[in-house]
């Protein structure tokens, strides 16, 4: 069973950096795509970005040009890179692994960026 931690979330202000890690353990699969979700108070969870085996990346249109995305070559591990951070950044960011039915949630980071 795949257990993700995530760590790195913190306070920052506006324009700021925070660099977030999920280590995944448990039998992670090249053929997995993980990624980080966020969810602010009151709102749905979302997408915030996706890496693929291949490293193939996705991004929501929100934190494009901002965040980047990364996974170690031993597929166990992402990275998000978070620039130029703004306050609607704040919520509290889940990592994710997906591998065909199967899903894996981690327990959540929270991100809060102040004006």
């Known amino acids: 069973q795949v257990q993700l931690v995530e760590s790195g979330g913190g306070l920052v202000q506006a324009g700021g950096s925070l660099k977030l890690t999920c280590s995944g353990s448990?039998?992670?699969?090249?053929?997995?795509?993980m990624g980080w979700y966020r969810q602010a108070p009151g709102k749905e969870r979302e997408l915030v970005a996706t890496?693929?085996?291949?490293?193939?990346?996705n991004y929501a249109e929100s934190v494009k040009g901002r965040f980047r995305i990364s996974r170690t070559t031993n597929w166990s591990t992402i990275f998000l890179q978070m620039n130029s951070l703004k306050p609607e950044d704040t919520g509290v960011y889940y990592c994710?692994?997906?591998?065909?039915?199967?899903?894996?949630w981690g327990q959540g980071t929270q991100v809060t960026v102040y004006a």
């Open positions: 994710n692994y997906r591998r065909i039915t199967y899903e894996a």
């Open positions: 448990g039998g992670i699969s090249r053929l997995s795509v």
């Open positions: 890496v693929t085996g291949h490293s193939a990346t």
